[in-house]
């Protein structure tokens, strides 16, 4: 993605919130000292002072559920009591970086994540200190194992991040000459995809895919390196595809041996109701990509594949100043105990249900609403035009009016979905509260527009 040539939309700078006279000055000391482009929009510019489990205090005193998880990354909900022990526990007394030395937290760190990832192919860990960098760094891995084959086949409208050969592979249009994209479902398997019926008439679904993978064979040959692509696109906008698809690239890439690499950046550690979203659509990748949940917040990525191609890098090609550090380790390591522990991928499938039922009700009742899209906990709310206001305004409108009924969440994916992605630890009663104050808020937003 070529983030320089995006045209640029007028936004408000900086953001200032009627009745938020405390917030609003943290607000403007940001815009006066922090790089403008440091933050990402969103209408609402949340100034947290705390945060407990799924709850979240502004610096005004106003509490908010967090549909948001930070960004997907408060897995275990803020400050998990038992989380937060654990990681005091395992840094008491270390240091904090450990990069010419061996941290025996890494050793272990690295040690429990294969253990826990529990796939043949999943056998040696590369750390990176965020998701672009792990990317990247499974990428090097790949083209290190293969110097003779050079093409990058990437799903179209995925993120994999913003830097170098992440963002390469991001988006429809690569400046990089060796990267090809394919189709991914996005409309043509609506709101609900991994229904069982999603799975009906997938021979003749799959067709145009196929056709397309076949058409690089007889392109490029042998010099098809690897195959990249999320589980579900998140950035663009929540579009969850069905099983068979996946399962699809999957077989083709070893059938034709094409690297497949998965980006579970943003879907590891429980988000789609499994540990992993491997797990969930029953595919084998060769490499994924994991960060996000993997540290419940502390900076920490890795990717982790097979080990002929993970020790393809030599010593230092694959290291940086943060990688892996203790403490990020420490993370890791504090993350699984509480998941090897507590029935955190339990209930977030089982808030599932009540997340997709809520969400669809609210879709069949307010025609601002398009479409409900997700699984697990990681839900979108596509919005609608509604009386005559384009829905990338209705979106906007309604994450500042659901602010102001004491609800958090993320800017618009894609200008118009809503991502409603809490912590998987939520209990019933909180969904339920959650849902309740969205409904208020699109009843009152309705009533204005
Ligand atoms: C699927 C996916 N891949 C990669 C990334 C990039 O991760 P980071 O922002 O940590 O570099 C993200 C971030 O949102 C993501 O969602």
Redesign the pocket.
């Known amino acids: 993605m070529d983030v320089l040539s995006k045209p640029k939309r007028p936004q408000p700078r900086p953001v200032r919130l009627e009745g938020e006279p405390v917030a609003n000055r943290y607000r403007e000391r940001l815009d006066r000292h922090v790089a403008f482009g440091h933050k990402t929009y969103t209408p609402t510019q949340l100034v947290v002072r705390r945060a407990e489990g799924c709850w979240l205090e502004s610096v005004e005193g106003q509490r908010l559920l967090d549909f948001s998880s930070g ?2 990354v408060a897995n275990l909900g803020h400050n998990h009591p038992g989380f937060e022990a654990a990681y005091a526990r395992y840094t008491d007394g270390v240091p904090r970086n450990c990069y010419n030395a061996i941290s025996p937290l890494e050793v272990e760190a690295a040690e429990r994540l294969v253990c826990n990832l529990n796939h043949p192919k999943l056998q040696k860990v590369l750390w990176a200190d ?4 792990g ?1 990247i760094k499974a990428i090097w891995a790949a083209q290190r194992a293969r110097p003779e084959k050079h093409i990058l086949i990437a799903t179209r409208h995925g ?5 170098g050969l ?1 963002g390469d592979v991001t988006g429809d249009w690569s400046p990089n000459p060796n990267v090809r994209f394919i189709s991914f479902p996005m409309y043509e398997v609506r709101d609900v995809s991994l229904l069982p019926s999603a799975e009906a008439g997938k021979d003749r679904l799959l067709g145009p895919y196929a056709q397309e993978l076949e058409q690089l064979k007889v392109e490029h040959g042998d010099d098809l390196l690897l195959l990249i692509t ?1 589980p579900y696109l ?2 663009a906008g929540s579009f969850h595809p069905p099983k068979w698809y996946l399962q699809f690239l999957s077989k083709w890439c070893a059938e034709n041996d094409v690297i497949f690499i998965l ?1 579970e ?2 879907s590891c550690h429980g988000r789609t109701g499994r540990m992993y979203a491997y797990q969930t659509y029953g595919i084998d990748p060769d490499i994924v ?1 994991l ?2 949940g993997l540290g419940n917040g502390e900076p920490v ?1 890795a990717a982790v594949g097979r080990a002929d191609l993970m020790d393809s890098l030599d010593y230092g090609e694959g290291s940086d100043t943060y990688s892996g550090n203790p403490h990020a380790c420490a993370a890791v390591l504090a993350a699984l105990d509480i998941y090897e522990s507590e029935p955190v991928v339990e209930n977030c499938r089982a808030m599932s249900r009540v997340l997709q039922e809520g969400l669809s009700q609210l879709r069949d009742d307010f025609p601002c609403v398009a479409h409900v899209r997700g699984e697990g906990l990681v839900w979108g709310m596509e919005m609608a035009d509604y009386r005559g206001l384009p829905a990338e305004v209705v979106a906007n409108a309604t994450v500042l009016e659901c602010y102001r009924h004491g609800l958090h969440l993320l800017g618009p994916l894609s200008k118009k979905v809503l991502r409603i992605s809490p912590p998987l630890v939520i209990t019933e009663d909180e969904l339920r509260e959650g849902l309740n104050r969205m409904r208020q808020a699109l009843t009152a937003l309705t009533k204005r527009l």
């Not at 965020?130 to 960098?133: K, L, M, R, T, V």
């Open positions: 960004v997907l965020s998701g672009s960098a990317i993120f994999h991040g913003k830097k992440a999320e998140g950035a980006d950046v943003q990509v960060g996000k990525a």
